[in-house]
């Protein structure tokens, strides 16, 4: 009886629908990926075991570095440019509608009003040398300016949770200033910004 020949079947796969789809993917990810915006000083944080996040919107961050400056920043280019518009009919800021808009697309800031204007019409590479030489926003009992910056801001955007991120140098009296800042502002709710502490440590 003769044998019955199966016939050879090629191995080989057609990927070409399987790469469609990898690139269709990468595609998706680089133009859906939101970039963490430039911070105008590096902080290092102090640690902690609190696993809580903050949300990804409505974020008010006042952040301190090392030498007590504060620097301050809301998300949202809208909730940005209603603020500079309202900090500007209070302290009679002669502003242009392309400093505005330049104004909203900054993250955070340390400018005191008296160099808002300047540092606004700066570039964004020369920004960086500003944000190393300026005092902060004043936030001391003699000129509070932080304190109108959060009333402004929680009147263009009545949903803003308060984050503050200090670095672990920065000494109590910088940090004692912006809370009791808040708490003059009646917000009595706000996050400290960590960095996760390591197990075992």
Same mark, same amino acid.
């Given at each position: 009886?003769?044998?019955?020949?199966?016939?050879?079947?090629?191995?080989?796969?057609?990927?070409?629908?399987?790469?469609?789809?990898?690139?269709?993917?990468?595609?998706?990810?680089?133009?859906?990926?939101?970039?963490?915006?430039?911070?105008?000083?590096?902080?290092?944080?102090?640690?902690?075991?609190?696993?809580?996040?903050?949300?990804?919107?409505?974020?008010?961050?006042?952040?301190?570095?090392?030498?007590?400056?504060?620097?301050?920043?809301?998300?949202?280019?809208?909730?940005?440019?209603?603020?500079?518009? #309202?900090?500007?009919?209070?302290?009679?800021?002669?502003?242009?509608?392309?400093?505005?808009?330049?104004?909203?697309?900054?993250?955070?800031?340390?400018?005191?009003?008296?160099?808002?204007?300047?540092?606004?019409?700066?570039?964004?590479?020369?920004?960086?040398?500003?944000?190393?030489?300026?005092?902060?926003?004043?936030?001391?009992?003699?000129?509070?300016?932080?304190?109108?910056?959060?009333?402004?801001? #929680?009147?263009?955007?009545?949903?803003? #949770?308060?984050?503050?991120?200090?670095?672990?140098?920065?000494?109590?009296?910088?940090?004692?200033?912006?809370v009791n800042t808040l708490q003059e502002k009646k917000v009595n709710r706000f996050n400290f910004i960590t960095a996760m502490e390591r197990a075992g440590e």
């Amino acid at each position: 009886m003769p044998k019955v020949k199966v016939p050879r079947k090629s191995t080989s796969v057609d990927m070409t629908a399987m790469t469609d789809v990898a690139f269709l993917l990468l595609t998706f990810f680089m133009l859906a990926t939101k970039f963490k915006p430039d911070e105008p000083v590096v902080v290092d944080t102090p640690s902690s075991i609190s696993e809580i996040k903050l949300p990804e919107t409505d974020i008010m961050l006042i952040t301190i570095d090392k030498q007590g400056r504060v620097f301050f920043g809301i998300d949202g280019q809208n909730t940005r440019a209603e603020l500079l518009n #309202r900090m500007s009919a209070k302290y009679k800021l002669q502003l242009t509608a392309d400093e505005v808009k330049e104004f909203s697309l900054v993250s955070s800031f340390g400018a005191p009003i008296a160099q808002l204007k300047q540092y606004v019409s700066l570039k964004s590479e020369k920004r960086a040398d500003f944000d190393k030489q300026t005092t902060g926003i004043p936030c001391d009992s003699l000129n509070n300016e932080l304190a109108d910056w959060i009333w402004q801001a #929680r009147l263009a955007n009545n949903n803003l #949770r308060v984050a503050i991120k200090g670095d672990r140098e920065t000494s109590y009296k910088a940090f004692k200033n912006v809370v009791n800042t808040l708490q003059e502002k009646k917000v009595n709710r706000f996050n400290f910004i960590t960095a996760m502490e390591r197990a075992g440590e």
